[in-house]
């Protein structure tokens, strides 16, 4: 059974950073993307971004580039997402995903985890 465990949301002020780390289980991840979404109250859920299964090709969200990196550690299974200069309207609760093929994309996920929360104060 495949599970996801996000971690490292928390509360931060305007301008701070943050690294979220997603670590996989219970099935083979090296040959699938991941990605990380993002939903805020009352909000539809957002592409954030994905990574390939090589780590090679990341693709990202236009209101988060230039600020927010994703990596992964095959070997682990793990995903991170490291975001600078946080904005209070990246507050969201944060998800990281399997995609269903290797390749980068913001649609055709199969297994999310139940998210860590992020919440940016002004």
């Known amino acids: 059974q495949v599970q996801l465990v996000e971690s490292g949301g928390g509360l931060v002020q305007a301008g701070d950073s943050l690294r979220l780390s997603c670590v996989a289980s219970g099935g083979s991840f090296s040959s699938r993307a991941m990605g990380w979404f993002r939903q805020a109250p009352g909000k539809e859920r957002e592409f954030v971004s994905a990574?390939?299964?090589?780590?090679?090709?990341?693709s990202y969200g236009d209101s988060v580039k230039g600020r927010f990196t994703i990596s992964r550690d095959t070997a682990k299974n793990t995903v991170f997402l490291r975001m600078n200069s946080l904005k209070p309207e990246d507050t969201a609760r944060y998800y990281c995903a399997v995609r269903r093929t290797a390749e980068v994309g913001s649609d055709n996920y199969k297994h999310w985890g139940q998210g860590t929360q992020v919440t940016v104060s002004s």
């Open positions: 990574i390939n299964w090589s780590g090679g090709i990341t």
